[in-house]
């Protein structure tokens, strides 16, 4: 159980640090976009895009936690 919650929790931190991470730079880029095709770009893209980055984040985060713990040797 222990192992679980372990990699919940590790999936967990991967994901928001993922989404932060992938917002800021969606950010950086429509700002960027927008400059030079002199429009002004819904930031609100960068939210719809960062999510799934982030749950695919966590979820990766998580599996190979999870693997990596189970294919482990005990210690003793």
């Known amino acids: 159980m222990g192992k679980l919650i372990l990699s919940a929790g590790i999936g967990l931190v991967t994901g928001l640090i993922c989404f932060f991470i992938s917002v800021a730079f969606l950010c950086i880029v429509l700002l960027v976009a927008g400059r030079t095709m002199h429009q002004q770009i819904?930031?609100?893209m960068a939210l719809k895009v960062a999510a799934p980055v982030a749950l695919m984040?966590?979820?990766t985060g998580f599996i190979v936690?999870?693997?990596r713990?189970?294919?482990?040797?005990?210690?003793r």
């Open 42 to 44: 819904d930031m609100t």
């Open 57 to 59: 984040a966590a979820v």
């Open 69 to 75: 713990s189970f294919r482990t040797r005990p210690a």
């Open 65 to 67: 936690t999870l693997v």
